[in-house]
């Protein structure tokens, strides 16, 4: 039986079977985070088929005072990064914790910033008097 993920949203991967039951979506959701000397440590939680799986993916304290990820994006930015990985296998199993490289902060900051480009020319709106 072949299974091949389709993403749906955030947070939702469904997938489809060639015949039979239809599996359960599956959800990501965050966690947390807790300091380590290594980087912030983001946990996000996996459920769905079997088991829920726990993934730790951190990033380094140098990409916070670099500017390449800002803290209030941090746990989209291991979102996008856990969805990525789920969309290519699906039953992912989780490992050590997973550090994130500048490439990974860069795609990021790419998919952002193609998504909203109408949100950096919007302006407030001005009160009516």
């Given at each position: 039986?072949a299974?091949s993920?389709?993403?749906?949203g955030?947070?939702?991967v469904v997938?489809?079977?060639?015949?039979?039951?239809k599996?359960?979506?599956?959800?990501v959701?965050?966690?947390?985070?807790?300091?380590?000397?290594?980087?912030?440590?983001?946990?996000?939680r996996?459920?769905?088929?079997?088991?829920?799986?726990?993934?730790?993916?951190v990033i380094?304290?140098?990409?916070f005072?670099?500017k390449?990820?800002r803290?209030?994006?941090?746990?989209?930015?291991?979102f996008?990064?856990?969805?990525r990985?789920?969309?290519i296998?699906?039953?992912?199993?989780p490992g050590?914790?997973?550090?994130?490289?500048?490439?990974?902060l860069?795609?990021y900051r790419?998919?952002?910033?193609?998504?909203?480009?109408e949100?950096?020319?919007?302006?407030?709106?001005?009160?009516?008097?």
């Amino acid at each position: 039986m072949a299974i091949s993920p389709t993403p749906t949203g955030p947070g939702i991967v469904v997938h489809s079977t060639s015949g039979g039951a239809k599996p359960r979506p599956v959800s990501v959701r965050y966690m947390g985070f807790r300091c380590t000397n290594q980087g912030r440590e983001y946990t996000l939680r996996v459920d769905g088929e079997g088991d829920p799986r726990m993934f730790v993916l951190v990033i380094p304290h140098v990409a916070f005072t670099e500017k390449q990820a800002r803290f209030q994006d941090a746990p989209d930015v291991c979102f996008a990064k856990l969805q990525r990985e789920l969309a290519i296998d699906s039953l992912l199993v989780p490992g050590p914790p997973q550090v994130l490289t500048p490439a990974d902060l860069a795609e990021y900051r790419e998919m952002q910033a193609k998504r909203s480009p109408e949100r950096k020319r919007r302006r407030p709106p001005v009160p009516s008097q």
